[in-house]
């Protein structure tokens, strides 16, 4: 089974207070990928994630220069919902990217970094499937997506991205900006393996 985007709302701000919410404008679909991605001011504070059904695990996390936070739920309940971020903290700024996505199975593995300059990048890690790939970069200035990636969100200069490998092998997630400090975070994840192919290798129902 393909992995597809199923919907990912603009992303949202706050600047005041410890919680951040963000509703789906579809209902979710039952056994898909939520991936979070979040960004809080100041400095020191941890985010964690939540909503009304899904149990949400943290790929990627940093405390400083500035919190950042890329979470998922796999195969989460069906119907409305919203996400929430809590931020140990009380924030000057906070940010919110939801996404939802089909066809994955689990988690696979991720990488983080943080620098200065021109070109940020997660780092290189290597995959062992046609993994999901999904980036998320907070930088001082506006990021774009790397080669091969396309945008999921972008809000106050700071962007995710995602794209989905053609087979298993050494993936980072990469951005491009002006000269500024950055933090980027990424998370893979397998992708689900259909049925019907292990039976169609056991001529299962073949007559």
Same mark, same amino acid.
């Given at each position: 089974?393909?992995?597809?985007?199923?919907?990912?709302?603009?992303?949202? /701000?706050?600047?005041?207070?410890?919680?951040?919410?963000?509703?789906?404008?579809?209902?979710?679909?039952?056994?898909?990928?939520?991936?979070?991605?979040? #960004?809080?001011?100041?400095?020191?504070?941890?985010?964690?994630?939540? !909503?009304?059904?899904?149990? *949400?695990?943290?790929?990627?996390?940093?405390?400083?220069? +500035?919190? *950042?936070? +890329?979470? *998922?739920?796999? /195969?989460? @309940?069906?119907?409305?919902?919203?996400?929430?971020?809590?931020?140990? +903290?009380?924030? %000057?700024?906070?940010?919110?990217?939801?996404?939802?996505?089909?066809?994955?199975?689990? *988690? !696979?593995?991720?990488?983080?970094?943080?620098?200065? @300059?021109?070109?940020?990048?997660?780092?290189?890690?290597?995959?062992?499937?046609?993994?999901?790939?999904?980036?998320?970069?907070?930088? #001082?200035?506006?990021?774009?997506? @790397? /080669? #091969?990636?396309?945008?999921?969100?972008?809000?106050?200069? !700071?962007?995710?991205?995602? +794209?989905?490998? /053609?087979?298993?092998?050494?993936?980072?997630?990469?951005?491009?900006?002006?000269? %500024?400090?950055?933090?980027?975070? %990424?998370?893979?994840?397998?992708?689900?393996?259909?049925?019907?192919?292990?039976?169609?290798?056991?001529?299962?129902?073949?007559?």
């Amino acid at each position: 089974m393909a992995i597809v985007l199923v919907q990912n709302p603009t992303p949202v /701000s706050g600047s005041s207070g410890t919680t951040l919410s963000q509703s789906f404008g579809s209902n979710n679909t039952a056994g898909n990928l939520i991936v979070v991605c979040a #960004g809080v001011d100041p400095s020191g504070a941890t985010i964690s994630c939540a !909503d009304s059904r899904n149990t *949400y695990l943290t790929a990627q996390s940093k405390s400083t220069p +500035l919190p *950042y936070y +890329l979470g *998922y739920a796999l /195969s989460i @309940g069906s119907g409305a919902n919203t996400v929430t971020i809590t931020s140990s +903290l009380s924030v %000057a700024f906070s940010e919110l990217f939801i996404a939802e996505f089909s066809g994955v199975a689990s *988690y !696979d593995l991720g990488a983080q970094s943080s620098g200065t @300059g021109t070109a940020p990048t997660s780092g290189s890690f290597t995959t062992t499937g046609s993994d999901l790939v999904v980036g998320f970069c907070g930088t #001082g200035a506006s990021a774009s997506v @790397g /080669s #091969g990636f396309t945008q999921l969100g972008y809000f106050n200069g !700071d962007t995710s991205e995602y +794209l989905v490998q /053609s087979s298993s092998g050494s993936v980072a997630a990469t951005f491009t900006t002006s000269t %500024a400090a950055y933090v980027v975070l %990424a998370a893979s994840f397998k992708p689900t393996t259909p049925v019907f192919s292990r039976f169609a290798l056991l001529g299962v129902g073949n007559s």
